[in-house]
Structures are given as structure tokens and as C-alpha cells.
């Protein structure tokens, strides 16, 4: 189906004439026509495959109808549709696309978190506003104070669903939700864990959702190049000097697990090359802080050294390489972390530093995404030779991990000669 077949509204047909996009993803075709009947949707499909048009052409198709039905939505701070995201970088990033296709379908756009100005908090909640973009903590605080109405929302679209609906988060979207009168719902994420159905009931109990699980959910991306390199714990930063010397060209993310590591990691990159641009992003750094920070690795390129708080929706055109310098804890992570490049079919590459202790996790990652096999994706490479998930337990001494480190220290120079590594 065109957009031409999905959409009467002429400024929406603009815009993605305007921005050449010709014909619709799957999740596009999919998703679109029954968001426009009004149904509840909870929908599954692949990381950069389109989720976001999906959900906002028909929001801004929605307001455009009520708008003729009902007139101008005047009343101040009482948004028609709320988009929830888990994090902040990622809302700001809806809020750029939604705000690409309120320049021809003119509608009120306002972000709604932490970072912004007073001004721009201040027009979300004192003015009128058609379109509200946010997070959940502090949606519930401005909806708690009544700066923003929930009465007047139709529709609510959860970005990242699985994780607004996992445990940190849910306690709070379930507050949340006491504050509207049965809007039409949108749950799209990349990933659906097992107890997802569990969750979605819990919290939405009366809502028939229709769903859509697409094909290659959960998997990485064919067109994701994935290297395994196995190092001792303590070679990492090394290797990181020497991933950036030898292949991390252009713009990348370095993930790792926790914000300290993640600190202390942007400020040895920074001494060893002062020419190059390291960005820092994670949790602990104030709204402020971590606008200035992403917006410049967006900007000015260079290299994100991030936790997981990027891992998720975050979409930069020429985005080549993710570097896992930790491995995380979690497969769905795994996925999420990698989605941030390969994305509409372009070619991206994963590299993972894998020590002793993250065999299980390795392990456990591959599993998961050779279970999900139904697209043929081929096992992560592995360094060492072997071609199947890391077998050999970690070595329990102190001796014989030097031991396990002398021996992996001898396979290491093909470490990134990608030739060698590519199958
Ligand atoms: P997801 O949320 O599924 O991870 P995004 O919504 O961030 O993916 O979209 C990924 C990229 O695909 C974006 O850069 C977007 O501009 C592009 N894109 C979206 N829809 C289309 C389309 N119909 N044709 C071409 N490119 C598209
Ligand atoms: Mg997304």
C-alpha cells in the first residue's frame, strides 16, 4: 500500500514527498492503516525500520481530523496525543521528527523534559498543545502539579514499550494512566521479552490490543557485521586505543556497563588523542550536561562513550560502528545496542570485547540470537577460531587466568584485521 492510499491529508503527503520517502516500511504498511481506524496496536518490528513515522503520521493525521471535527484544541496544557519515551536524548529525537512534518501539517508540538529551558517547559504546560513528547517521571510530576491535563489525550503511544512497561518504569505508567479516559493506545518497541503480554495486561487491562509482531524481531540486522575479540579485562582500554588507531573510523558508540567506567574511559581517550572528539553520555551528568553532550556527538560527530541510556531508538544518519566494550547483561540490550547501526539496510559494524568472565554473557547472546534463526543470521565470529558461542569455562585461578591471558595475547594481533575476521 502507498502513502497515498493511507494518508487524504495533503501536508502529511507533502512532507514524505519532501523527504523522498517514496513508499512505506513494513511496520509503515502494517501499522499505519490500523492506528488510522483507531485501534490499540502493539507492535513488534526491527531496530531502524521506520517505528517512528509509524506511529507519528497517523498521531498528526489524528489531530488534523479533530481539528476539522472539533475545532482548534484551545485549552492550555491538554495535549490530544502523548508519546512516551524512556529517555530524554530519545524524546528530543521524536520531537525532531514530529516537528519535520508540523512544519507542512501544522500542529503543536511541545517536549516536556529535563534539560530544557523554563521558556519551553513553561509553553508545554501554559499553552495550548497538540502533540506532548516526554518522559515518564516527568509527565507524572506535571500531571500530579495539573499543569498538564490528561483528559483531553486520544492517543498514547509508548516508544520503547517493553522497557516503559519492565519494572522500572511500569509502576509509574500505571499512575500515569489513571490521569486519561481511555485513549486509543501504541505500544511499538524492537524487543518483547516473555513477560511482555504479562505487563500489557497488568497495565491495560481493558484495552483489545491488535497485534503485530513482524518478521526478524528480536534479531540483529543481517547487514550488522558482528566481531568477537577476546582480551583480559585489563587490556581493554589498550584495545580500545587500538580499535581507534586501526578501525573505529568515522562516528561510533562505545557502550559500557556502568557510568563510572564510562567516565573514567572518555578521559583516557581524551589524553591519548587530543585531536580526536569523545563524547561523554550517562546517567549521573545533570539534564544539562548530557543535552550539551549528545546534541554535540550529533553535531560534531566522534565518538559516544555511553551506558546503556543510548541503546535504545536513538537514530544518527552515518552511525558506522558499536563497540562493546562491555558486554550487557541482557541479550534485548545486545540488540537494542547494535540497532543503532545497520539501520533502513546500510552496512554497520559491532565489535565486542570479550574477557574471561563474559563467556556466559557471549554465550547467552549468541543463543539468542541463533534461536531466533528464522532469518538465517549467521553466529557471531569468534576470534579465537571457533565458530560456535565461547565453550571453555573461565578459569577459576588467578595464575591461570595469566596463564589464559599469555595464550590469548599470541591470537591477538589478527584482532582487527578484519580480512582475516570476515566470513
Ligand atoms: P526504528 O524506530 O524502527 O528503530 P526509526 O523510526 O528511527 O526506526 O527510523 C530509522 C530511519 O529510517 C530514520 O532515519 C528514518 O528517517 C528512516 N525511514 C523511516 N521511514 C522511511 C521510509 N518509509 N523510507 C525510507 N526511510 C525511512
Ligand atoms: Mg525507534
Request: glycine content about 6%; overall charge positive; some cysteine.
Amino acid at each position: 500500500m502507498s502513502f497515498d492510499k493511507m494518508f487524504t491529508n495533503w501536508d502529511i503527503l507533502d512532507y514524505l514527498k519532501e523527504n523522498k520517502f517514496k513508499k512505506p516500511t513494513e511496520v509503515q504498511e502494517k501499522a499505519i492503516p490500523l492506528l488510522i481506524k483507531g485501534k490499540s496496536l502493539s507492535v513488534a518490528a526491527q531496530t531502524g525500520t521506520g517505528k517512528t513515522l509509524a506511529y507519528a503520521l497517523p498521531a498528526i493525521n489524528l489531530i488534523k481530523k479533530l481539528e476539522e471535527k472539533e475545532g482548534n484544541n484551545e485549552e492550555n496544557g491538554a495535549p490530544l496525543v502523548i508519546v512516551l519515551s524512556p529517555t530524554r536524548e530519545l524524546a528530543r529525537q521524536v520531537q525532531r521528527v514530529i516537528k519535520g512534518i508540523t512544519h507542512h501539517a501544522k500542529c503543536r508540538v511541545r517536549l516536556l523534559a529535563s534539560g530544557e529551558s523554563g521558556k519551553k517547559i513553561q509553553s508545554a504546560t501554559n499553552g495550548p498543545v497538540d502533540i506532548l513528547i516526554t518522559v515518564p517521571g516527568k509527565l507524572h510530576q506535571a500531571l500530579k502539579k495539573g499543569e498538564i491535563a490528561g483528559n483531553n489525550v486520544r492517543m498514547l503511544i509508548l516508544d520503547e514499550a517493553d522497557q516503559l512497561l519492565d519494572a522500572g518504569f511500569s509502576k509509574e505508567i500505571a499512575q500515569i494512566k489513571t490521569f486519561f479516559v481511555g485513549p486509543q493506545i501504541a505500544l511499538f518497541s524492537a524487543t518483547i521479552p516473555l513477560k511482555f503480554e504479562e505487563s500489557r495486561k497488568a497495565l491495560f487491562p481493558d484495552v483489545q490490543f491488535e497485534e503485530l509482531m513482524l518478521k526478524g524481531t528480536h534479531l540483529i540486522r543481517q547487514n550488522i557485521e558482528t566481531f568477537n575479540i577476546f582480551m583480559a579485562y585489563t587490556e581493554k582500554q589498550k584495545f580500545t586505543v587500538e580499535y581507534i588507531q586501526k578501525v573505529g573510523r568515522g562516528q561510533g558508540i562505545i557502550f559500557l556497563n556502568q557510568k563510572e567506567h564510562a567516565a573514567e574511559l572518555h578521559k583516557y581517550l581524551l589524553a591519548q588523542f587530543p585531536n580526536k572528539k569523545f563524547h561523554l553520555l550517562h546517567g549521573a551528568m545533570t539534564p544539562q550536561e548530557r543535552k550539551k553532550s549528545y546534541n554535540k556527538f550529533v553535531k560534531e560527530q566522534g565518538i559516544l562513550i555511553s551506558t546503556d541510556i543510548s541503546a535504545r531508538g536513538i537514530d544518527i544518519d552515518g552511525l558506522s560502528w558499536v563497540l562493546n566494550y562491555d558486554l550487557p547483561f541482557d541479550s534485548v540490550y545486545y540488540i537494542h545496542r547494535v540497532g543503532r547501526t545497520g539501520r533502513q539496510g546500510k552496512p554497520g559494524v559491532a565489535y565486542n570485547f570479550v574477557t574471561a568472565k563474559d563467556e556466559k554473557l557471549i554465550a547467552n547472546i549468541n543463543r539468542a540470537i541463533i534461536e531466533q534463526d528464522t532469518l538465517k543470521i549467521r553466529p557471531l565470529e569468534l576470534m579465537n577460531k571457533s565458530k560456535g558461542p565461547a565453550k571453555k569455562k573461565a578459569p577459576p585461578t588467578r595464575k591461570a587466568a595469566a596463564a589464559a591471558k599469555r595464550a590469548k595475547n599470541v591470537k591477538r594481533s589478527p584482532g582487527f584485521a578484519r580480512k582475516k575476521t570476515k566470513r
